[in-house]
Structures are given as structure tokens and as C-alpha cells.
T-cell receptor
Framework: SQQGEEDPQALSIQEGENATMNCSYK?????LQWYRQNSGRGLVHLIL?????REKHSGRLRVTLDTSKKSSSLLITASRAADTASYFC?????????????FGKGTLLTVNP | DAGVIQSPRHEVTEMGQEVTLRCKPI?????LFWYRQTMMRGLELLIY????????DSGMPEDRFSAKMPNASFSTLKIQPSEPRDSAVYFC???????????????FGPGTRLTVL
């Protein structure tokens, strides 16, 4: 079963607006990561949040994690056309020496100029 | 550092042919991952190595797929014989385990787009 699932599947906004994407997962985790993928390119790491953290910021990015609800959100503030990309959450599983990440199918964000 | 390097960037082959994808991880990284991305199935982990040793190959679809890591700076993913359903983008990623529970940041290569006719 899919460990991480993003919602919505697609999001279209105007430049300057905020974009919020959500991720739900099923099992207990150590860390949750968000990645961005521009069309035809590899994934680029954006931010990592650990299971004992509730919120993290990096520039225009804000990530929250609610382990009781097994969910995370990624907020991009003051969006730009260059933010147009697919965004993926990736989770590991707690316990053992497991370094596998499971990726969701992503949210396609389109920022219109 | 040049980042994770993959070759070739594009590969078109005919069904039944052998395909070899190559990856050079970031120097100093001790984990290497091979993924496959398709529209239908998303991004799937095929196999990962730690210090050149395969740790988990449970994602390898079938015996036609094999992966090796002969040294810390090189890995291959081979498909023999290839089939049209193997058409996908294959990514290599590497990471450095900095300690603590769970995973660390993975650095992805640009991918190899494979088309099997």
C-alpha cells in the first residue's frame, strides 16, 4: 500500500498566492521529507522533518507534521512561476535500520504568472 | 561536486535486447538507490546498497533485473532481456548517513529515460 499520498493531485494558483499540499501516511515514521521535481528532471530535496518535530521552516517553505493524524503539509508562500513542479512527500518506517524511502505520487503545482 | 551522474540520459532499444544503466554517486556517500518512475506506479524503489553491498532488492520486479556496485563510485542496473513494460525513467540517488534514526537526504541524478520498442 502507498505509504505517502499527496493531496491534491493537482493545484493551479496565481503568482503571489500561497500553495498548500498535504501528505498522509500509514505507518509510524522516523522522518518525512519533501522533494520537488521539475519536468524532465530528477528530484530535489526541499526539507526533512523528524517525527519529534511539529513544524519547520526553510525560506518560503513551511512544513508541519502531525504524527497523531499521520499527516504533513507543505506550504509555499508568495509563490513564483519557477515553483511550478511536482512535489512529493517521502516517508521511512520507524524501527530497525531501514533506510528506504517510500514516495507518494505527488502534487502537480502550476503557478500562473 | 558534480552531483549524481547517470548515463545514458536516453536509451531506445528493441524488445529482447540487454540494457545497462550506469550511475556515479556523489563522492563520500555510503548509500546508493535505484528507482523507477512511471505515470501509473509513480516512483518505486528497486534496490539499495550500503557501502557497495546490496541491502534490499525486494523492489526488483523480476529476475530480468540485476544491479551491481563493484566500487564506491560506480553502479549498474541491467535489464536482460528488456520488454516494452520496462519503459520508464530510471533514477539513481545517493545519500550519506549522518547518524540518528531514519533516513537522510537523498540526492537524485537526472535519470535515464528508457524506451523499449
Amino acid at each position: 500500500s502507498q505509504q505517502g499520498e499527496e493531496d491534491p493531485q493537482a493545484l493551479s494558483i496565481q503568482e503571489g498566492e500561497n500553495a498548500t499540499m498535504n501528505c498522509s501516511y500509514k505507518t509510524s515514521i522516523n522522518n518525512l521529507q519533501w522533494y520537488r521535481q521539475n519536468s524532465g528532471r530528477g528530484l530535489v530535496h526541499l526539507i526533512l522533518i523528524r517525527s519529534n518535530e511539529r513544524e519547520k521552516h526553510s525560506g518560503r517553505l513551511r512544513v508541519t507534521l502531525d504524527t497523531s493524524k499521520k499527516s504533513s503539509s507543505l506550504l509555499i508562500t508568495a509563490s513564483r512561476a519557477a515553483d511550478t513542479a511536482s512535489y512529493f512527500c517521502a516517508t521511512d518506517k520507524s524501527g530497525g535500520s531501514n533506510y528506504k524511502l517510500t514516495f507518494g505520487k505527488g502534487t502537480l503545482l502550476t503557478v500562473n504568472p | 561536486d558534480a552531483g549524481v551522474i547517470q548515463s545514458p540520459r536516453h536509451e531506445v532499444t528493441e524488445m529482447g535486447q540487454e540494457v545497462t544503466l550506469r550511475c556515479k554517486p556523489i563522492s563520500g556517500h555510503d548509500y546508493l538507490f535505484w528507482y523507477r518512475q512511471t505515470m501509473m506506479r509513480g516512483l518505486e524503489l528497486l534496490i539499495y546498497f550500503n557501502n557497495n553491498v546490496p541491502i534490499d532488492d525486494s523492489g526488483m520486479p523480476e529476475d530480468r533485473f540485476s544491479a551491481k556496485m563493484p566500487n564506491a563510485s560506480f553502479s549498474t542496473l541491467k535489464i536482460q532481456p528488456s520488454e516494452p513494460r520496462d519503459s520508464a525513467v530510471y533514477f539513481c540517488a545517493s545519500s550519506f548517513f549522518a547518524g540518528g534514526p531514519g533516513t537522510d537526504t537523498q540526492y537524485f541524478g537526472p535519470g535515464t529515460r528508457l524506451t523499449v520498442l
